[in-house]
C-alpha cells in the first residue's frame, strides 16, 4: 500500500509526515511494516520534518500503473521538495531534480526493490506548500492512442512545459492534456543530458478552460476508443483552483484519434440532464464515479459534491448484444488484489492486441475504482479474443473468449485450470464468500480446488421485459477445463458437492455448462440452464418450479449432432412456455443450418382452434422430427435440412410431438 500526503507541510503541526510505502507481508494490518528500500530513513528533526531519505517521497498526486507492461504495478507521483532532503534523483545515473512540478517515475522491481527511472519535470500545477485539503488532480490512466500502453491524461497542470509557472490559477494550467507513454514504459520527454531527467514533449492539450480536478476513463459511446469525463476541481486557499472556477459543466471528451492522428471531440453531459453547470465554491464537486449502474452494458456517470448532492447521467448509447466484453478478474482464491495492473484483449484471427486497459485504476484523487471490471467495446461477434492480465512474469490469459449479451460477464480466477487453489473457508481458506460476480449475467470457469460460486444478481428477460434482482438472473459455471472428466451438478444441493472435477458450492447460481464426458446435471427447482456440450449428457429436471432449458451449441460441424452426442432427459415438462411454470424448452437454434421459421414471431408452429399446427410452408420437418416409441419421445434432427435424422435427445417417460413442442414454444429455433 503506498500512501501519499495531501498536506505534505504539516509534519510540524502533527508530530509526523503522512508519506509511507507500507509492505503486506501475510494478509493483516499487525504483520504489515514500512518499506525501507525507496526512502532508507524515517527519522524527522526537532521541526518534525522528515531526513535522510533517499527520494523524495509520494506527494500529493500519486497513481498506481504498470507503466511498462512488465507484469509489476508501478507507482507515479507528484514530488514537492517539502517531502524530502529538497531532491528526486534517477537510481540509474544519480541525476537530480528541485523543480517543484516535477512528475516522478517509480518502476517496481521482482527483488523487493523500488527503482526512480524518469523524473519529468513542469508537469504539475502545483508548487506551493499548503494546498487546500483534498484538491490534487485525478491522475488517470488509458491507452488513448492505441498503442498497446498507457497514457497519462490530467485535468490541469503546469502552463508552461519548461519552466515552472507556480500557481497563476490560468486558463493555460486549466486546460487538460495527455501525456504519451513512449512504448518503453517511460512518458514522451526531452532528455538532452540523457539522465533520465527533462521536460515533458508531444502532449496532446485540449484547449479547455474547465478548472478539472476529477477525470475517468470511459468507452462512453461504445466505438472502441476510450473517451476522457473531466469534472471540477475544488478550489483552496493557496492552491488548485479558484472559488469562482469551481462551477462549470461536466466535459466529455469523445476520442476521435485515426492512427496517429489523436483527436478528440468536445461536449457538456450535463445538457443531457437539461442542466449546464455544476458545483459551487461551498458545494464543490468532490469526485465521480463510472459505473452501470442498471446493468444495460453501459457505463452511467455518478458525480458527488461536498454538501451531499449527487448527479446521476445515464447513458443513453445502446451496447448492442455482441460488440462487447465485461470481465472481472480475480485471484485465486477469489480476492480482489489486482490494483493497476494492464489489462489486454488479443484479437485471435490475427494475434493483436486491439485494447489494452487497466483494472482497478487508482488515480490518487477522487475517482478510485475497485470493481475488478475491465470493460470492452467494439467487438466482433463473429470472432474469438484472449484477454491477458499482466501479473508477474507470465501473466495469465483465458482464451476463445466471445462477445455476448450487453448484460453478461465473464468472471476470471487467475490460475491455472488444473491448479488446487480454495477459493472457499475450506482446507485451511477464509474465504466464507467466495468467487462473487456482479450484477450482470456471469459465466465463472471452473477449476480444481474447493470453491465457492457466488453468482450475486442478474436480469432475465420475460415477455421481452427485463428484470433484475440481487439474486437471480442467469449466472452459469463452466466446466470446460474438464476437458472428458465427467462432472455431476446437483443445483439443488447447497451444500459443497465433489463434481468430479473439484468440489463447489453453489450460491445464486443458475446454471451449469459441461465438457465432453458424460455429465449427469440436476435442476434446482428454479430457472435453470444446462450445456451438455459433448458427451451422452443425462438431465434431471426432477425439482419442478421452474423453466428449464437445454441448449445445443455447435462443436463439431461435420458430425451429426454438432458434437453433441445423444443425452437423456428425466422430468421433461410439456406445456405452454410462457403460460405453464414447469414448462421447460430445448434450443437448438445455432445448429440448424440455412433455417428460417416462417412465422413473424420467430416460431414455426401455433395452436389452431385447440390444435398444435406448423405453418404452411414451413420446412421445419426438414431439420427435426420427433416421434414417440411408446415409452419415450425422441427429438431428431439433421442441421442441414435433408430429412436424415440422428437422435440428439430422449425424453424418457414423456408423450409428445414436433408440432406440440414448436407450438408451445418449448424448441428454440430462431
Known amino acids: 500500500m503506498i500512501i501519499g500526503d495531501q498536506t505534505p507541510n504539516d509534519t510540524g503541526t502533527q508530530g509526523g509526515y503522512g508519506s509511507q510505502i507500507v509492505l503486506n507481508h501475510d494478509g493483516t494490518v499487525t504483520g504489515m511494516d514500512k518499506d525501507g528500500n525507496f526512502a532508507l530513513a524515517y527519522g524527522t528533526d526537532s521541526a518534525h520534518r522528515p531526513i535522510g531519505q533517499s527520494q523524495s517521497q509520494t506527494d500529493m498526486e500519486l497513481s498506481g500503473v504498470d507503466i511498462n507492461n512488465d507484469g ?77 500502453y498507457l497514457d497519462l491524461f490530467l485535468a490541469r497542470g503546469n502552463e508552461s512545459t519548461t519552466t515552472a509557472s507556480g500557481v497563476a490559477n490560468s486558463n493555460a494550467e486549466y486546460q487538460s492534456r495527455i501525456y504519451f507513454n513512449d512504448g518503453t514504459g517511460k512518458l514522451l520527454f526531452a532528455d538532452p543530458n540523457n539522465d533520465g531527467i527533462g521536460n515533458p514533449t508531444g502532449l496532446y492539450n485540449f484547449g479547455d478552460t474547465l478548472a478539472g480536478g476529477s477525470s475517468l476513463a470511459v468507452d462512453w459511446n461504445h466505438d472502441g476508443k476510450i473517451d476522457i469525463i473531466e469534472l471540477l476541481g475544488m478550489p483552496g486557499n493557496t492552491g488548485g483552483i479558484t472559488a469562482a472556477a469551481s462551477t462549470g459543466p461536466i466535459n466529455l471528451y469523445i476520442n476521435t484519434t485515426t492512427g496517429s492522428s489523436v483527436s478528440f471531440v468536445t461536449s457538456n453531459l450535463l445538457l443531457m440532464v437539461g442542466k449546464t453547470t455544476i458545483g459551487s465554491s461551498s458545494d464543490p464537486v468532490t469526485g465521480a464515479i463510472s459505473i452501470d449502474l442498471d446493468f444495460d452494458g453501459a457505463k452511467d456517470l455518478l458525480v458527488f459534491t461536498s454538501q451531499g448532492h449527487t448527479q446521476y447521467i445515464a447513458n443513453t448509447n445502446k451496447v448492442e448484444d455482441g460488440t462487447s466484453l465485461h470481465a472481472r478478474m480475480l485471484d485465486k482464491n477469489g480476492i480482489n488484489i489486482f490494483y493497476g495492473n494492464t489489462v489486454q484483449l488479443i484479437d485471435e484471427s490475427t494475434g493483436k492486441v486491439i485494447s489494452t486497459q487497466i483494472i482497478n485504476p487508482q488515480s490518487g484523487n477522487q475517482t478510485n475504482d475497485s470493481t475488478a471490471l475491465v470493460d470492452f467495446y467494439g467487438l466482433d461477434a463473429s470472432k474469438t479474443y484472449t484477454i491477458k492480465l499482466l501479473s508477474g512474469e507470465l501473466g495469465y490469459s483465458w482464451t476463445g473468449i466471445s462477445p455476448g449479451a450487453s448484460n453478461t460477464c465473464y468472471v476470471f480466477t487467475a490460475e491455472g485450470a488444473n491448479q488446487i487453489n480454495n477459493a472457499s473457508d475450506q482446507g485451511g481458506a477464509t474465504n466464507t464468500i467466495g468467487i462473487v460476480g456482479t450484477g450482470y449475467n456471469d459465466t465463472f470457469y471452473a477449476t480444481q480446488g474447493t470453491d465457492i460460486y457466488n453468482g450475486a444478481g442478474g436480469s432475465t428477460n420475460i415477455s421481452g421485459v427485463k428484470y433484475w434482482s440481487n439474486t437471480g438472473g442467469m449466472d452459469i459455471v463452466d ?23 473439484g468440489t463447489a458450492k453453489f450460491v445464486n447460481i443458475e446454471g451449469i455448462s459441461g465438457a465432453s464426458g458424460n455429465d449427469v446435471f440436476t435442476n434446482s427447482g428454479l430457472d435453470n440452464y444446462f450445456e451438455g456440450r459433448g458427451g451422452n449428457d443425462t438431465f434431471n429436471l426432477t425439482n419442478h418450479g421452474g423453466h428449464d432449458t437445454l441448449i445445443y451449441k455447435l462443436l463439431d460441424s461435420t458430425d451429426a449432432t454438432g458434437g453433441n452426442g445423444v443425452d437423456v432427459v428425466n422430468g421433461f415438462f410439456v406445456g405452454t412456455y410462457e403460460a405453464t411454470a414447469d414448462a421447460d424448452r430445448i434450443d437448438i437454434n445455432s445448429l440448424l443450418n440455412g433455417y428460417t421459421a416462417s412465422g413473424s414471431d420467430g416460431y414455426a408452429a401455433k395452436y389452431i382452434n385447440g390444435v398444435a399446427t406448423i405453418n404452411t410452408g414451413d420446412d421445419i420437418s426438414n431439420y427435426l422430427n420427433v416421434y414417440f416409441d411408446g415409452t419415450n419421445t425422441h427429438v431428431q434432427i439433421d442441421k442441414n435440412g435433408t430429412g436424415n435424422y440422428s437422435d440428439l435427445l430422449v425424453m424418457n417417460n414423456v408423450h409428445t410431438d414436433l408440432a406440440t413442442l414448436l407450438a408451445n414454444h418449448q424448441i428454440i429455433i430462431g
Open 72 to 148: 509489476i504495478v508501478d507507482f507515479v507521483m507528484h514530488c514537492t521538495n517539502v517531502v524530502a532532503n529538497d531532491e528526486s534523483f534517477v537510481n540509474s545515473t544519480g541525476a537530480q531534480s528541485n523543480n517543484e512540478n516535477r512528475l516522478v517515475v517509480v518502476n517496481g522491481t521482482d527483488n523487493g526493490t523500488w527503482e526512480v527511472t524518469q523524473i519529468v519535470e513542469n508537469v504539475f500545477q502545483r508548487n506551493d506548500t499548503d494546498p487546500g485539503i483534498g484538491n490534487g488532480v485525478a491522475m488517470t490512466w488509458a491507452d488513448f492512442n492505441g498503442d498497446g
Open 479 to 501: 466446466y470446460k477445463y474438464a476437458n472428458t472428466t465427467a462432472i455431476t451438478v446437483d443445483l439443488s444441493n447447497t451444500a459443497y458437492q465433489n463434481t468430479g472435477f
